[in-house]
């Protein structure tokens, strides 16, 4: 998360290649493309959202 917020592209993608969690939210909801985009980070934000297909809101799953 701190990577998307600084805007530390490579960082990012050597993460996501090691298998972060593109959909972990901190305390305040805040997901890692939301942190690239709150920071001002576009590249960093279209970089997600097309090759990593994040969303602005984690996925949940239902409880059954």
């Keep these: 998360m701190l990577s998307c917020q600084l805007g530390l592209i490579q960082v990012v993608e050597i993460l996501l290649m090691h298998n972060a969690n593109l959909y972990e939210a901190n305390i305040l909801g805040d997901t890692p493309l939301k942190l690239a985009q709150k920071s ?13 297909k994040a969303l602005l809101k984690p996925q949940t799953s239902k409880i059954k």
């Design 40 to 52: 001002g980070h576009e590249e960093l934000a279209l970089l997600l959202i097309q090759k990593y």
